[in-house]
C-alpha cells in the first residue's frame, strides 16, 4: 500500500456517535475515493474527490460528508454513526478519472458500530 | 447503471492447474477494465488494467482479456500456485463510475 496511509485501522464506536477516518497520499494523486466494502454488496463508492474542495457523491453517500483541504488528505466522516455503517471501509487514488490509470487502494479501515 | 457479475464466486483447484476467472458488464461503454487481487484482511492490489481499445494484456503468468461487445472479460491463471489464493475482483470503469464485481475466491492447494 505504498504511498496511502489510512487511519485508523480498527474503530469501535457507538450508535450516535461522529466518526472520522483520514485517508493520507504521498503520491499527489488528484483523484481520491472512499469505498466500502461489505460481504454481499462488494465495492461501493461513497464520494470521491477530484482535487482540493471539490467533491463529489457516490453511489451510497447518505450519511457520510467528505473533505479535502489539502492534496494530501481525505476525510470521511459518519456524521451520526449507525450499525448499518459497520463496514470495511478503502480510500484508493488514481491520477486521473476517467482514462488509463490505475487505481491504487490503501490497505483499509475496519469500522464497527454498536 | 452498470452491473459487473463474477463466475464463479468460488472455485478450489489443485496446483498447477490453468484456471479462467470470468466477469461480465451489462453496458459496454467502458473506458477500461481493471483486475484486482484481495488477500484476506487486505486492501485491494491491480493486476491488470485493459484499455477499451485493446483485446487483452499480460503479466507473467496472467493474461486478462477484454471483448466489449459481447460484455465480457476473463482473467486466465497459467500454472497456479497455492501464494494464487486469494479473491480476484473485476471492475469496469464508465465515464465517472468504478464498478466492482463481488468477487471470485480462489483457493490453490498444494
Known amino acids: 500500500d505504498a504511498g496511502i496511509t489510512q487511519s485508523p485501522r480498527h474503530k469501535v464506536t457507538e450508535t450516535g456517535t461522529p466518526v472520522t477516518l483520514r485517508c493520507h497520499q504521498t503520491?499527489?494523486?488528484?483523484?481520491m475515493y472512499w469505498y466500502r466494502q461489505d460481504p454481499g454488496h462488494g465495492l461501493r463508492l461513497i464520494h470521491y474527490s477530484y482535487g482540493v474542495k471539490d467533491t463529489d457523491k457516490g453511489e451510497v453517500s447518505d450519511g457520510y460528508s467528505v473533505s479535502r483541504s489539502k492534496t494530501e488528505d481525505f476525510l470521511l466522516t459518519l456524521e451520526s454513526a449507525t450499525s448499518s455503517q459497520t463496514s470495511v471501509y478503502f480510500c484508493?487514488?488514481?491520477?486521473?478519472?476517467?482514462?488509463?490509470?490505475?487505481?491504487?487502494f490503501g490497505a483499509g479501515s475496519r469500522l464497527t458500530v454498536l | 447503471k452498470q452491473e459487473v457479475t463474477q463466475i464463479p464466486a468460488a472455485l478450489s483447484v489443485p496446483e498447477g492447474e490453468n484456471l479462467v476467472l470470468n466477469c461480465s458488464f451489462t453496458?459496454?461503454?467502458?473506458?477500461?477494465l481493471q483486475w484486482f487481487r484481495q488477500d484476506p484482511g487486505k486492501g485491494l492490489t491491480s493486476l491488470l488494467l485493459i484499455q477499451s481499445s485493446q483485446r487483452e494484456q499480460t503479466s507473467g503468468r496472467l493474461n486478462a482479456s477484454l471483448d466489449k461487445s459481447s460484455g465480457r472479460s476473463t482473467l486466465y491463471i497459467a500454472a497456479s500456485q497455492p501464494g494464487d489464493s486469494a479473491t480476484y475482483l473485476c471492475a469496469a470503469r464508465g465515464y465517472s463510475t468504478l464498478t466492482f464485481g463481488k468477487g471470485t475466491m480462489l483457493l490453490v492447494s498444494p
Open positions: 484508493a487514488i488514481s491520477v486521473e478519472d476517467p482514462g488509463a490509470n490505475v487505481l491504487t
Open positions: 453496458d459496454s461503454a467502458i473506458y477500461n
Open positions: 503520491e499527489n494523486h488528484r483523484y
